[in-house]
Nanobody, 117 residues
Framework: QVQLVESGGGLVQPGGSLRLSCVVS????????MGWYRQAPGKERELVAR???????GYADSVKGRFTISRDNPKNTVYLQMNSLKPEDTAVYYC???????????WGQGTQVTVSS
């Protein structure tokens, strides 16, 4: 069974940084496209960043230049480095693993990020 476990969330002041981690177990990590999503209270879940199995990265306009997604295949881990955090970045952040052409789509439990002074 595929499991995703996020860590690294917390409370940070505006302008601060956090690094989220997501460890994948139970399958071959390298076959998945990985993504970070977030959901703020009262809002829909949105894609923040993605890193495909082929090495393509993409970002939401709201985080371009501030967030960086990376993956370490030997460690079965995907990261989200978040710099210059803003109060509007406050949300629960979720890790996603998806395999194209299949119904394989897995989510972590989420980690809370709160940006506040």
């Amino acid at each position: 069974q595929v499991q995703l476990v996020e860590s690294g969330g917390g409370l940070v002041q505006p302008g601060g940084s956090l690094r989220l981690s997501c460890v994948v177990s139970g399958s071959i990590f390298s076959i998945y496209h990985m993504g970070w999503y977030r959901q703020a209270p009262g809002k829909e879940r949105e894609l923040v960043a993605r890193y495909t199995r082929g090495g393509y990265t993409g970002y939401a306009d709201s985080v371009k230049g501030r967030f960086t997604i990376s993956r370490d295949n030997p460690k079965n881990t995907v990261y989200l480095q978040m710099n210059s955090l803003k109060p509007e970045d406050t949300a629960v952040y979720y890790c996603n693993a998806h395999r194209s052409g299949t119904s394989d789509d897995y989510w972590g439990q989420g980690t809370q990020v709160t940006v506040s002074s």
